[in-house]
């Protein structure tokens, strides 16, 4: 029996909670795998920081300019869309996110995204990639119904327990 995608968020919140670095488990022929880098990821999240505030800091008289342009770009479309989406969950089914990743719609870059807006889906199909720790984890409908709206969008960072799709569940 194939695990459900809700045993294997489970098996991942714990080896987040506890120190084992390394899971194995093999059900009937389904292997998953689960690995903690904490040293990459150490050592990833100290370069990044450091280089955007060196960026900002740069380009001082730029900045008053570029701020606000971007931030309220940035900020009234993701209140927008958790807005839209609560005033319609009522309804919609929301396929979240699983994981802290990067949301992909397509298996690659030059492929055609997985689903589009009024796409029929099951619950085994294959909606999206988010990829955490250089782990591709394929997110499957889990209802069925039509794609009603796609919340985010190709390559961007994601949260666990974000919604990434809403669904008219049939």
């Known amino acids: 029996m194939p695990l459900k995608m809700h045993e294997i968020r489970e098996l991942i919140r714990l080896m987040d909670e506890t120190s084992i670095e390394e899971f194995e488990l093999d059900n009937d022929g389904t292997k998953l795998v689960m690995k903690k ?3 990459e990821e150490g050592a ?3 370069p990044v920081s450091p280089a955007p505030v060196q960026q900002v800091a740069s380009p001082a008289p730029i900045q008053p300019t570029t701020p606000p342009a971007t931030a309220p770009a940035v900020q ?3 209140q927008n869309v958790q ?3 609560t005033e319609e969950d009522s ?3 929301a396929i979240e996110s699983p994981m802290v990743g990067t949301f992909y719609a397509a298996p ?3 492929s055609d995204p997985y689903v589009k807006k009024g796409d029929q889906v099951n619950e085994k199909t294959v ?3 988010v990829e955490a720790m250089k782990l591709m984890n394929e997110i499957e409908a889990e209802v069925r119904g039509e794609i009603v709206k796609i919340l985010v969008e190709n390559g961007q960072l994601v949260e666990y327990g974000q919604p ?3 669904v008219k569940a049939d």
């Open 37 to 39: 880098a904490l040293r």
């Open 44 to 46: 990833a999240t100290a």
């Open 76 to 78: 009234p479309a993701p």
């Open 83 to 85: 807005t839209e989406a």
């Open 91 to 93: 309804d919609l089914h």
């Open 108 to 110: 690659s870059p030059d």
């Open 127 to 129: 909606v999206c990639i």
């Open 164 to 166: 990434l799709f809403l």
